[in-house]
């Protein structure tokens, strides 16, 4: 499954519809390419402004910064967001392009158009190490798995 945990200041998306738009976003990153939509897990993680630095240095417009440091001295509101890839694996340079590409154009109207800071990573997980709900997870692109897609949950299923 892909697990994206966004972190921001408590102070951003801070309504429900706004937050589900953007995990639509990112869901939309994943269903285009045929996985169930049930696989993507976005979790919004709010931090207080007062608890994000970025190079020893807050965000936060209302705080005095400590003695001078080098690097950005920003105050727009920080975000970060950690990915992990499970279902798929990205093969080559121009498969990670395409996708960061997409990443990019799905969550630009969440950071860059809002004038805020961003950055991300992602990570690739072994597939043979996760279940859903107890269920090895059908093989890439099969029958099983567009089953899946189409009932939007875990169906147990039999490996030829």
């Known amino acids: 499954m892909p697990l994206w945990r966004i972190y921001h200041p408590d102070n951003v998306y801070s309504s429900v519809e706004e937050r589900q738009a ?15 939509a049930f696989y993507v897990i976005v979790l919004f ?4 402004t007062t608890n994000i630095f970025v190079g020893g240095r807050t965000t936060d417009p ?3 910064t400590s003695a ?12 970060r967001i950690f990915g992990s890839n499970i279902a798929r694996r990205l093969q080559d340079s ?8 997409r990443v990019d154009q799905a969550i630009k109207p969440w950071t860059q158009d809002k004038g805020y800071d961003w950055e991300y990573h992602f990570d690739e997980t072994d597939r ?22 189409q009932q ?3 169906v147990p299923f039999e490996k030829l």
């Open 22 to 36: 953007f995990s639509q976003a990112i869901t939309s990153i994943y269903t285009s390419i045929g996985l169930p």
């Open 45 to 48: 993680c709010p931090l207080p």
């Open 62 to 64: 209302s705080l005095p």
């Open 68 to 79: 001078p440091l080098p690097g950005s001295t920003s105050t727009a509101p920080f975000i």
């Open 94 to 101: 121009n498969h990670k392009k395409s996708f960061l590409d």
């Open 128 to 149: 043979e190490l996760w279940k859903v709900q107890g269920i090895a997870p059908p093989e890439t692109r099969s029958e099983a798995e567009a089953f899946w897609a």
């Open 152 to 154: 939007g949950r875990p």
